[in-house]
């Protein structure tokens, strides 16, 4: 009956809560101790520039396994962030990003860029900015090989700590992209107030910009206002050939995705590196 499928219906949900509430409370435990552990794993993912045909940068990403399981930036991060676990898993991202970019310099990539995901808790934390002179510091990166990806709701806020931190930071040389471009509060008057260096256009308008007349449209709408800002443009989620040739005819400073390389451990972005570019 109705009565009973509405009941049945009723425990499963209750169920499934339970099971999301008991794994959220497992992830806290686990990702305290991966910390601790150094069970966290940094990947590296090629940008390629389209204008010069050669890899400007990398970005850093999370990467962790649970007990054989791979547990994804997308369900982790958010509960990091809740839990506000993100401060100490943040610090340690940074400071690890740097150690490694600076590893790379020291090979002779010296105009690579390495770009590390700040989560907004984490950039409006008070001490953020003396985090990232440390983390510079400690590791001898230069500066101009950092870059900071913020997602557009830190700068919606448009206080004068943001402000001021990302004047401070520009000031250091550090780079700032702005990730996820047009997904968040659209508000276009922070491209002006802001010091951005570039856009990553958010892959969900990359994804059918090949098939898509509006997606394309709205592609093409974002590279003409980053050229008429001066900041630079790169593609998130390139896949296939279709794709970078329409981002190629629109005029997109560089890409990132699958097409080009999927994330890479370390070693293998190294490798990468050697066998695109090889050093003089
Ligand atoms: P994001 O910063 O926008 O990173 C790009 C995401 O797209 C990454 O997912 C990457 O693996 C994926 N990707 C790259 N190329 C392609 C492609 O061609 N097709 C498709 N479908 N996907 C592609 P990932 O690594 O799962 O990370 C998801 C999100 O989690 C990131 O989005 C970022 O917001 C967050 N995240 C990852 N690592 C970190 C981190 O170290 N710190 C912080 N705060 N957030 C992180
Ligand atoms: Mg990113
Ligand atoms: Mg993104
Ligand atoms: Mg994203």
């Known amino acids: 009956t109705s009565a009973s499928l509405a009941h049945s219906d009723y425990l499963i ?159 250091m040389g550090v780079k700032l992209a702005i990730d996820d471009f047009g997904t968040g509060y659209s508000s276009l008057s922070y491209l002006k107030d802001f010091p951005i260096d570039k856009i990553k256009i958010d892959q969900s308008f990359v994804r059918n910009m090949h098939t898509d007349p509006a997606d394309q449209s709205i592609v093409r709408t974002i590279v003409n206002l980053g050229k008429n800002l001066g900041i630079t443009l790169i593609a998130e989620g390139v896949e296939n050939q279709s794709q970078l040739d329409s981002l190629k005819s629109i005029g997109c400073d560089e890409i990132q995705g699958y097409w080009y390389s999927k994330p890479l451990e370390e070693d293998f972005f190294v490798d990468f590196l050697h066998q695109k570019q090889p050093l003089p």
């Open 13 to 171: 949900f209750d169920d499934q809560l339970g099971e999301t509430i008991a794994r959220q409370n497992t992830l806290h435990i686990a990702m305290r101790k991966a910390l601790e552990a150094q069970h966290f794993q940094l990947y590296f993912q090629p940008q390629l520039s389209l204008l010069k045909n050669n890899i400007i940068g990398a970005e850093v990403l999370l990467r962790w396994q649970l007990d054989g399981q791979w547990i994804q930036p997308a369900e982790l991060i958010p509960l990091a962030e809740r839990s506000g676990f993100i401060l100490q898993l943040g610090d340690w991202i940074l400071a690890q990003a740097c150690i490694k970019a600076q590893h790379l310099v020291k090979l002779g990539y010296t105009e690579l860029v390495t770009a590390v995901n700040i989560s907004p808790k984490q950039f409006t934390a008070p001490n953020f900015v003396d985090k990232v002179v440390a983390a510079l510091s400690d590791s001898g990166l230069p500066a101009h090989n950092l870059e900071l990806e913020i997602t557009e709701g830190v700068l919606f806020n448009n206080d004068y700590g943001t402000l001021d931190s990302l004047q401070k930071l520009r000031k």
